[in-house]
């Protein structure tokens, strides 16, 4: 497993990390959980994100459980807030209060003293970004958090983010967590390079696009057990499961297999050509998807291999 650094902060990251949602505290039991985390920690894998609002705290608390053992140090821990909890009017959002008992409540359920990653999940339009901007400065004074970032940001909101950091004295925002793969590039033409400018690496959620890049939906096929076949956890892959785009992606497994590499894998490398990208957020619910997604960690697609891509994703499904 090879790390990068977390946009222009200190923290290093494994370039593959184990994300939490639509698995751990739902889809796998806790034994299943524990034997996942276990697995990803012994890969060399530093980095677990999740969020409060995944099963309804369920996986913060699965994850914190699934951890125990693991000599706090030695891993990163990210979570988020934003969205409803309850049907409480201030259960939500990016407001002072909702991010300070947010995090409380995090805190509980992952067991843990302080979360190095707290993440704002989307932006907030009815919260000031200087009032969300202070309470993550007084939170970090605080020591219950480390760093903060954002996920699915405007390139404008994370400059604007930056700006009342730097006229507070604050700390800035290091990370963005956008969805980002093969068939989803809508980052490259402004967010990447704001990024790139002021500071922020990027978390990538959803590199195997809900893994229609996993190559398992040849065909139109949806496997039992799939997450295409689940009612309940398909709900944002009707795009990618358009037959012109699950042709182009069958097309792309002779490209794979001519570098003896899995097409997950190769997927993967192609979001970690991007040197801006920290790392890319895999899920699991069998141990063998784990260690084949870790093994796209330090791979490097050359030249004539990303024009293939690009030639054989040409037109851009989105």
């Given at each position: 497993?090879?790390?990068?650094k977390?946009?222009?902060?200190?923290?290093?990251?494994?370039?593959?990390?184990?994300?939490?949602?639509?698995?751990?505290?739902?889809?796998?039991?806790r034994?299943?959980?524990?034997?996942?985390?276990?697995?990803a920690?012994?890969?060399?894998?530093?980095?677990y994100?999740?969020?409060?609002?995944?099963?309804?705290?369920?996986?913060?608390?699965?994850?914190?459980?699934?951890?125990?053992g693991?000599?706090?140090p030695?891993?990163?821990?990210a979570?988020?807030?934003?969205?409803p909890?309850?049907?409480?009017?201030?259960?939500r959002?990016?407001?002072?209060k909702?991010?300070?008992?947010?995090?409380d409540?995090?805190?509980?359920?992952?067991?843990?003293?302080y979360?190095?990653?707290?993440q704002?999940?989307?932006?907030?339009?009815?919260?000031?970004?200087?009032?969300?901007?202070?309470?993550?400065e007084?939170?970090?004074?605080?020591g219950?958090?480390?760093?903060?970032?954002?996920?699915e940001?405007?390139?404008?909101?994370?400059?604007?983010a930056?700006?009342?950091?730097?006229?507070?004295?604050?700390?800035r925002?290091?990370?963005?967590?956008p969805?980002y793969s093969?068939?989803?590039?809508?980052?490259?033409?402004?967010?990447?390079?704001?990024c790139?400018r002021?500071?922020?690496?990027?978390?990538?959620?959803?590199?195997?696009a809900?893994?229609?890049?996993?190559?398992?939906?040849?065909?139109?096929?949806k496997?039992?057990?799939?997450?295409?076949?689940?009612?309940?956890?398909?709900q944002?892959?009707?795009?990618?499961?358009?037959?012109?785009?699950v042709?182009?992606?069958d097309d792309?497994?002779?490209?794979?297999?001519d570098l003896?590499?899995?097409l997950?894998?190769?997927?993967?490398?192609?979001?970690?050509?991007?040197s801006?990208v920290?790392?890319?957020?895999?899920?699991?619910?069998?141990?063998a998807?784990?260690?084949?997604?870790?093994k796209?960690s330090?791979l490097?697609?050359t030249?004539?291999?990303?024009?293939?891509?690009?030639?054989?994703l040409?037109?851009?499904p989105?």
């Amino acid at each position: 497993m090879e790390y990068r650094k977390l946009g222009h902060s200190g923290l290093r990251v494994s370039e593959v990390s184990l994300g939490s949602w639509l698995t751990l505290g739902s889809r796998i039991d806790r034994e299943g959980t524990r034997e996942i985390v276990q697995r990803a920690f012994d890969l060399g894998i530093n980095f677990y994100d999740t969020a409060d609002v995944y099963a309804n705290g369920e996986a913060e608390t699965a994850l914190g459980q699934a951890l125990h053992g693991i000599p706090r140090p030695n891993v990163v821990i990210a979570t988020k807030c934003f969205f409803p909890m309850s049907e409480r009017p201030n259960d939500r959002g990016l407001s002072r209060k909702h991010i300070f008992e947010s995090v409380d409540a995090s805190l509980r359920r992952l067991d843990t003293d302080y979360i190095d990653l707290h993440q704002c999940h989307r932006p907030d339009p009815d919260t000031p970004i200087a009032e969300t901007v202070q309470a993550y400065e007084d939170l970090i004074r605080q020591g219950k958090l480390l760093y903060w970032g954002v996920s699915e940001w405007r390139a404008s909101q994370i400059v604007d983010a930056c700006r009342q950091a730097d006229q507070r004295n604050a700390v800035r925002p290091i990370s963005n967590q956008p969805q980002y793969s093969m068939l989803r590039r809508g980052i490259e033409k402004e967010v990447l390079p704001v990024c790139e400018r002021e500071g922020l690496g990027q978390v990538v959620f959803s590199p195997l696009a809900q893994g229609v890049l996993s190559g398992k939906y040849s065909g139109g096929a949806k496997p039992s057990g799939s997450r295409a076949a689940d009612a309940l956890r398909n709900q944002f892959m009707g795009d990618f499961l358009r037959p012109e785009v699950v042709a182009r992606v069958d097309d792309l497994k002779p490209v794979a297999s001519d570098l003896g590499i899995s097409l997950p894998q190769l997927a993967l490398a192609w979001c970690l050509r991007q040197s801006a990208v920290s790392s890319v957020i895999v899920g699991a619910t069998r141990v063998a998807q784990l260690e084949d997604n870790a093994k796209a960690s330090g791979l490097r697609l050359t030249h004539e291999t990303l024009a293939r891509i690009d030639e054989i994703l040409a037109p851009n499904p989105r």
